[in-house]
């Protein structure tokens, strides 16, 4: 399964944006997938991971309650809803599918993400 993410850009502190992630040669209801970021200089961290049957999903602590990971029915797209957006939510943010305990990444192949800057 291959997976290319979209979406990101510019927002100002408490506005919105949403990523999106399409899958290839596979589905999302075969695999569980997450969304992880990256700040130059740090390590690459989860953010949210969801199930492949989208009954289960985790969210790191300082996103809960923002953020929130879905996919369609067909399990083709992903996306990551980010409200109330805060500078420190400025990163690169990467699409991957996950492992049964929604904690790793199933591939070390990481695509080039999408950027979110958010201005304060």
């Known amino acids: 399964v291959q997976v290319k993410e979209s979406g990101g850009g510019l927002a100002q502190t408490g506005g919105s944006l949403t990523l999106s992630c399409v899958a290839s040669g596979g589905t999302f209801r075969d695999y569980g997938v997450g969304w992880w970021r990256q700040v130059p200089g740090e390590e690459r961290y989860a953010v949210a991971t969801?199930?492949?049957?989208?009954?289960?999903?985790r969210y790191r602590a300082s996103v809960d309650g923002r953020f929130t990971i879905n996919r369609d029915d067909a399990g083709i797209t992903a996306t990551l809803q980010m409200n109330d957006l805060r500078p420190e939510d400025t990163a690169v943010y990467y699409c991957n599918l996950v492992d049964e305990n929604l904690r790793s990444p199933l591939y070390d192949f990481w695509g080039q993400g999408s950027q979110v800057i958010v201005s304060s």
């Open positions: 969801m199930s492949r049957d989208a009954t289960r999903r």
